[in-house]
């Protein structure tokens, strides 16, 4: 369940308590290994589907693996 508070911007420690209990947080997890990224929106990699993969498994496609 989100428990994300409404109307306001959170603390550095809310945000923190947030992600914790809200996993994945913030985190892009890869579609196709279930691991984080270590990207965000801004610079995702997406694979031919329009999901958002690690760079070792856009690397993979990439290749033709």
């Given at each position: 369940?989100?428990?994300?508070?409404?109307?306001?911007?959170?603390?550095?420690?809310?945000?923190?308590?947030?992600?914790?209990?809200?996993?994945?947080?913030?985190?892009?997890?890869?579609?196709?290994?279930?691991?984080?990224?270590?990207?965000?929106?801004?610079?995702?990699?997406?694979?031919?589907?329009?999901?958002?993969?690690c760079?070792?498994?856009?690397?993979?496609?990439?290749?033709?693996?």
């Amino acid at each position: 369940m989100n428990t994300l508070p409404e109307g306001r911007a959170l603390t550095q420690c809310e945000h923190e308590s947030c992600n914790r209990s809200n996993y994945p947080g913030t985190r892009q997890i890869c579609a196709q290994c279930d691991e984080p990224t270590g990207r965000c929106e801004e610079d995702s990699l997406l694979n031919d589907a329009g999901e958002t993969v690690c760079e070792g498994c856009y690397q993979n496609v990439d290749n033709g693996n």
